[in-house]
């Protein structure tokens, strides 16, 4: 099965749950905006289109996500805590972190959920070597496994099975 056609599977099926309507108006703009979608962004989504057939990726996505989102409920919190008493100490600094993510998506997937936590930013990857560079506003340790340990792992663990 081509790659092309899976994500035009793909992003119609996103387009049904978005506007839970099966109206022939709506199925026909989805169907087009899926078509255009899947021509234009193809071969950058699926250069391993075999991946979208495995259903286990499905579910540990959606496990990722309510894991993604209580790692930025706690980094707000710390933030938001850091700015209304500036007595709380900030340590800013970039360190440097180990991944075994090998997947461009995978990597992007994990710089961006990184970058998207409160008091961390992603600056660089090194794919070659995995990687990757953080600026932390508050560097709890300057050792690569412990700061690998804070920041990555929480992500990594789940990313690795969707993207490995």
Request: one cysteine or more; charged letters at 20%.
């Amino acid at each position: 099965m081509s790659g092309r056609f899976i994500l035009f599977i793909l992003a119609f099926l996103v387009w049904l749950l978005l506007t839970f309507s099966l109206s022939w108006e709506n199925l026909l703009v989805g169907g087009l905006v899926s078509l255009f979608v899947s021509f234009m962004t193809g071969d950058l989504f699926t250069k391993r289109p075999h991946i979208f057939k495995h259903l286990q990726r499905y579910f540990w996505f959606l496990i990722y996500i309510p894991v993604f989102i209580w790692e930025c409920f706690k980094a707000n919190v710390d933030v938001a805590l850091r700015v209304i008493r500036p007595s709380l100490p900030i340590k800013p600094g970039i360190v440097k972190v180990t991944t075994s993510l090998k997947s461009e998506t995978g990597l992007t997937f994990l710089a961006n959920s990184i970058t998207l936590t409160p008091g961390t930013l992603t600056v660089d990857v090194d794919k070659e070597n995995g990687l990757l560079y953080v600026h932390w506003i508050d560097v709890k340790s300057k050792d690569v496994q412990k700061a690998t340990q804070i920041i990555v792992r929480r992500f990594e663990k789940i990313l690795t099975k969707i993207f490995e």
